[in-house]
């Protein structure tokens, strides 16, 4: 059986059917509440004894888009189980059934590398491209074609430039939208997205294991090397290894290892400051993003009358008393200035929960000011030129402090960047 992919984890797998079955008390006002069918709440079945081959009959008549453009959007999901079963059971039937999905699913290849869905707003549903953005990773496992894995190359750089935030995703309320930081993404956006580039990275970054006695094992260990990273460096027990670490690629280490052995992979960082949509300035450290310190008051407050059969009877709006209107000044971005205009304190011990303002374990200490015409618009920070080169007025130069985008509720990471 040729397997379409080496995966880096160890699975046991089995097909279940469930039944599942309430307390009889649970759902009393159930009319179909009845005791379960068997002790056990699933009944188990061997591997393979269900068989998807319906599918080849079935697809040809109602392909995946008969329904809704939606099952055609997200056919790489499909595709992916079908592989999945293929590695286990190595039916051929199943490589035909993967083939004719792939036809019928939206051709995101296409679409990421010659098309200009990703530089047109409302081109596509936001959750729908996470969702599909696996499809050409999933099918280059039986195409092995590198058109598949480029374009998705080629969609990072071309969102980065587009509809992306800083923060990894992208802006869509349903629609895709440019990356202006007012709009907002979806939470089923990101996480679509992360089971994406999970499976993604488990076919792109396959590694093999080699152990060849039970007293000591020979293998490599592949360390990657984040491209934020310059000067990453290596020891095991102790001693450096002589290893090239360039940012953005694998490191291989291969050599006889025991037990007890320690590798330890130092990764330092350096303040960074990236331009993103109309040229605002985010500033990141490692692969943290920073975000401005406001200290946020949380109100109750009570829902509108015609509001509350939708959404309830209240809810919590918060807000500071502290100014956010802030600016960055463009000449701290030099390179022969960045570090002494953006200065990282360590916050310890650090807590057993950091992810709040008060217990952030990091601050950077930089320069800001006011934006007076930069004001707040329907509960939240209005529109603002993030570049000008006119002269624009600003205040004085104030201490600004930067926390980690995670210890923040209410959120200013892209700051508009003056003279």
Not at 22 to 40: C, E, F, I, M, V
Not at 109 to 121: A, E, G, V
Not at 216 to 226: S, W
Not at 286 to 304: D, V
Request: glycine share 8%; aromatic share 12%.
């Amino acid at each position: 059986m040729r397997k379409l992919t080496a995966i880096l984890f160890l699975a046991v797998m089995c097909v279940n059917v469930q039944i599942f079955a309430d307390n009889a008390g649970s759902q009393a006002n159930y009319d179909g509440n009845r005791p379960p069918l068997t002790d056990k709440s699933y009944i188990e079945l061997p591997l393979g004894s269900i068989k998807p081959q319906g599918w080849l009959n079935v697809l040809p008549e109602k392909p995946l888009g008969h329904w809704t453009f939606w099952g055609e959007q997200r056919g790489g999901d499909n595709l992916m189980l079908v592989y999945w079963l293929y590695n286990i059971t190595g039916d051929d039937y199943l490589l035909e059934l993967g083939e004719l999905i792939h036809k019928q699913t939206l051709d995101w290849t296409d679409i990421f590398l010659h098309r200009d869905y990703l530089s047109r707003q409302h081109s596509l549903h936001c959750v729908n491209l996470g969702q599909g953005f696996k499809a050409p990773g999933i099918y280059y496992q039986q195409s092995h074609n590198p058109a598949h894995l480029e374009s998705l190359k080629k969609a990072v750089r071309d969102m980065r430039n587009t509809i992306g935030f800083p923060i990894g995703l992208w802006a869509g309320d349903e629609l895709l939208r440019f990356g202006d930081p007012v709009h907002g993404s979806e939470l089923c956006t990101a996480v679509e997205m992360m089971y994406s580039l999970e499976n993604i990275l488990q076919i792109t970054f396959t590694l093999e294991f080699h152990e060849k006695n039970e007293a000591t094992i020979r293998f490599p260990f592949h360390l990657r090397i984040p491209q934020w990273c310059e000067n990453a460096t290596i020891t095991v027990n102790g001693e450096t290894v002589d290893a090239e670490t360039r940012p953005g690629e694998i490191t291989v280490i291969e050599r006889v290892w025991k037990e007890g052995d320690r590798l330890t992979l130092d990764l330092p960082m350096k303040v960074a400051v990236t331009r993103w949509y109309d040229g605002a300035a985010a500033v990141e450290r490692g692969p943290l993003l920073y975000a401005l310190r406001m200290k946020g008051q949380w109100e109750k407050k009570e829902m509108e009358e015609e509001m509350r059969r939708k959404y309830g009877n209240w809810y919590y709006e918060v807000s500071s008393p502290r100014p956010w209107n802030y600016a960055l000044p463009v000449r701290n971005f030099d390179n022969e200035r960045i570090e002494n205009a953006f200065r990282v304190e360590m916050n310890e011990p650090v807590s057993d929960y950091p992810w709040s303002q008060q217990d952030a374990p990091l601050v950077i200490r930089t320069k800001g000011m006011r934006i007076p015409e930069w004001k707040e618009y329907n509960g939240s920070a209005g529109p603002v030129s993030y570049f000008s080169q006119m002269n624009t007025p600003v205040g004085e130069i104030e201490e600004i402090e930067l926390i980690p985008y995670g210890c923040t509720s209410l959120r200013i990471a892209l700051f508009p960047v003056r003279n």
